[in-house]
């Protein structure tokens, strides 16, 4: 970050209505429409994952949540996935770090042994950077409508991940 001062810290620890009215003010009320919230249905975020950023001034400007998700492939096999999103920053807020830190955050907090592949519905432009692509997905349905060209994966090992199939929430 430039010279703003700012502490990460865990979502768990921000009061769930103020996520709620910083991710309004990024996406806009009607965000809970969007299919991303239908592949994420009936799952809670992952508490380890998930990230906030305050202000010297204590103010939530930031956060990022990861939910767990899976890939169904065309022999009903489910493939784990972690979905990161939603991103938020606060808009007055934009271009000043805060998204690297929360995404540097959530990156640190992953076992490296155990690293599912991580993906996202975005910008290809700005999510490139973390190493999010979309060749992988290109053959990948949403339950809902969806830009293909923002449907993006990032994995150490695209080989692994099915060329077809349905992404959804993980149910156990």
Avoid: C
């Avoid at 996520?19 to 309004?24: I, K, N, P, W």
């Avoid at 640190?108 to 490139?128: F, R, T, W």
């Avoid at 979309?134 to 060209?149: C, I, K, N």
Wanted: net charge negative.
């Amino acid at each position: 970050m430039t010279d703003v001062t700012a502490t990460l810290i865990p979502l768990a620890e921000v009061d769930p209505a103020m996520v709620e009215e910083l991710l309004d003010r990024a996406f806009g009320e009607d965000r809970q429409s969007r299919t991303a919230y239908k592949v994420r249905e009936g799952t809670d975020w992952l508490p380890a994952l998930s990230f906030a950023v305050v202000d010297d001034n204590r103010y939530l400007v930031g956060t990022i949540q990861v939910w767990p998700v899976a890939l169904t492939d065309d022999q009903g096999r489910r493939h784990p996935m972690l979905m990161v999103g939603p991103v938020a920053v606060v808009p007055e807020r934009h271009n000043q770090g805060f998204g690297q830190a929360l995404f540097a955050a959530m990156f640190d907090a992953m076992n490296p042994s155990a690293a599912l592949p991580q993906v996202l519905i975005g910008d290809p432009e700005y999510y490139g950077r973390f190493g999010f692509h979309g060749a992988p997905t290109q053959g990948w349905d949403l339950p809902g409508p969806f830009e293909r060209h923002r449907l993006l994966v990032r994995t150490d090992n695209p080989g692994v991940l099915p060329d077809h199939g349905t992404l959804g929430p993980w149910l156990g």
